[in-house]
């Protein structure tokens, strides 16, 4: 069985930092983009920062300079580095693979298109 699984969330306080990972487990063969979306309460999903597998990263506007999103592809795994966190960054934040490569229980290979993890609650209070 392929799924995402995330790790990291907590509380802290404004000002400080917290690190998010997301591993895909199961049989992978390959990711190709990973990245990180967040949900906060009465708003929609949308996007905090992507990697494409050759390390391209890009980021919503609001988190530019302050989050820093990097991959390691050998253990098919995304982090999502988070510093000078503010109220505003309180969410819950979901990992998100565009396209996963993965072998099944008879040895094909297969593909799953836009993967969800759970999702990871952030919360920034004092």
């Known amino acids: 069985q392929v799924q995402l699984v995330e790790s990291g969330g907590g509380l802290v306080q404004p000002g400080g930092s917290l690190r998010l990972s997301c591993t895909a487990s199961g049989r992978i063969f390959n990711t190709n983009a990973m990245g990180w979306y967040r949900q906060a309460p009465g708003q929609q999903r949308a996007l905090v920062a992507v990697i494409t597998g050759a390390h391209i990263p890009n980021y919503a506007d609001s988190v530019r300079g302050r989050f820093s999103i990097s991959r390691d592809n050998s253990k098919h795994t995304v982090h999502l580095q988070m510093n000078s966190l503010k109220p505003e960054d309180t969410a819950v934040y979901y990992c998100?693979?565009?396209?996963?490569?993965?072998?099944?229980?008879?040895?094909?290979?297969?593909?799953?298109?836009?993967?969800w993890g759970k999702g990871t609650l952030v919360t920034v209070s004092s």
């Open positions: 998100h693979v565009d396209n996963l490569l993965y072998y099944t229980a008879d040895g094909r290979l297969s593909s799953l298109m836009d993967s």
